[in-house]
Nanobody, 126 residues
Framework: QVRLVESGGGLVQAGDSLRLTCTAS????????MGWFRQAPGKDREFVTA????????YYIDSVKGRFSISRDNTKNTVLLQMDNLQPEDTAVYYC???????????????????WGQGTPVTVSS
């Protein structure tokens, strides 16, 4: 099982960019599909994006397509989330998730994940 630590959040203005980093400890990082979720105040945690472990295919929810980009570096056990043109509706705590050899369907299901990091808060002011 991997331990996940998120960083990089902050307070920005609409239109700004942020890059979030998730660092994983544990073995065989390259066998994990990695993803990001977010939880806005008063709302359920939602899937945002994932990168599949064996194909590097990436998936995004419609509201972030063209603005967010996920990538991974298996040599550093890290997954990055580049967020451009941030909007107030992107305000949330962002969480990294790992699914061992997971497909997209399993990965995007919040109930699939038991091992969450502490999250990193992103606040976008208008």
């Amino acid at each position: 099982q991997v331990r996940l630590v998120e960083s990089g959040g902050g307070l920005v203005q609409a239109g700004d960019s942020l890059r979030l980093t998730c660092t994983a400890s544990g073995r065989a990082f390259n066998t994990y599909t990695m993803g990001w979720f977010r939880q806005a105040p008063g709302k359920d945690r939602e899937f945002v994006t994932a990168i599949i472990w064996n194909t590097d295919e990436t998936y995004y929810i419609d509201s972030v397509k063209g603005r967010f980009s996920i990538s991974r570096d298996n040599t550093k056990n890290t997954v990055l989330l580049q967020m451009d043109n941030l909007q107030p509706e992107d305000t949330a705590v962002y969480y990294c998730a790992a699914g061992w050899q997971s497909n997209l369907g399993t990965m995007r299901n919040t109930m699939s994940h038991k091992n969450w990091g502490q999250g990193t808060p992103v606040t976008v002011s208008s």
